[in-house]
């Protein structure tokens, strides 16, 4: 069960403020664990229009230093293993064309989407944040919809870190519109291994339940913000009998898997 876990596209660097260790330190850790792929996915910058400088992400100014970073690094153990250049970002409706004209400057790989907040990040709700509002519940499904339906994200990070704790029915029937989407448009979801080792609310089992009963594609992702998660074993442990509990439809590599995808469309 260990070696379906070759590729592992979700990790952070310290540039976003919350993630420590040197990027080399995550791709050794990545080459003794044993990992053919390793993709870096760090807090993408976002160029709000309304000036605001967010602390949980990378500068504007430092983008051109980490991609410098993990293109040197792919190079130099390109006969160990693969390195791919990404970002995590949020769907945010007012700043979203923004952020790929900055983007567009950068040969990036891939992005992934994680949506922290619900429609902008100064003032706005922290998507894991308790509530029992369903409205908030509600803006948070359609802000994931919204960002899968562009068509820019290869899946969808920690789709459970809403933490809603109002009815059990009201939260069904929206993650079942979340994953009737994401089935719709052949997007994988994660089972984040960060929240499975920091013991989070999420990975959350009622939305599990609900992607295994929904025929999901599921992918894995460690969320890795220091070298010594890349590869948390007990955690991945953890995941894997998840998916085995809820008949998951585990891809083995996301990213060669959304190539193909696009390849057919």
């Given amino acids: 069960m260990r070696d379906s876990f070759l590729h592992n596209y979700h990790t952070h660097t310290w540039r976003c403020h919350h993630a420590d260790g040197e990027d080399r330190a995550y791709v050794e850790s990545a080459i003794r664990c044993g990992l053919k792929t390793l993709g870096f996915s760090d807090h993408t910058p976002y160029p709000f229009s309304n000036g605001y400088e967010s602390h949980i992400r990378m500068r504007l100014d430092q983008m051109e230093d980490y991609v410098s970073s993990v293109l040197s690094l792919k190079k130099e153990y390109e006969r160990d293993i693969t390195i791919r250049l990404g970002v995590e970002a949020e769907y945010y409706p007012r700043d979203f064309e923004r952020l ?22 100064k003032d706005d709700f922290y ?74 609310h999420y990975p959350t089992m009622e939305f599990w339940r609900v992607a295994g009963e929904e025929g ?50």
């Avoid at 990036?108 to 902008?120: A, K, N, S, V």
């Avoid at 820019?152 to 009737?180: N, W």
């Fill in 100 to 121: 790929l004209r900055f983007m567009d400057d950068f040969p990036l790989d891939y992005m992934i989407l994680g949506q922290h907040f619900l429609t902008d990040e």
């Fill in 127 to 200: 998507s894991g944040s308790m509530t029992k509002d369903p409205l908030l519940l509600g803006i948070y499904v359609d802000r994931t919809i919204q960002g899968m339906e562009t068509g820019r994200f290869l899946y969808l990070a920690h789709p459970d870190l809403i933490h809603f704790t109002g009815r059990s029915s009201v939260y069904r029937k929206e993650m079942q519109r979340l994953c009737r989407a994401a089935k719709r448009l052949d997007i994988p979801l994660e089972i984040n291994l960060q929240g499975i080792w920091l013991n989070r």
């Fill in 216 to 265: 999901n594609k599921v992918v894995i992702g460690s969320d890795a913000h220091s070298p010594d998660k890349v590869v948390p074993e007990e955690a991945l442990h953890k995941a894997f009998a998840m998916a085995e509990e809820y008949d998951l439809k585990l891809v083995d590599d996301v990213y060669e898997e959304g190539r193909q995808r696009n390849r057919n469309a």
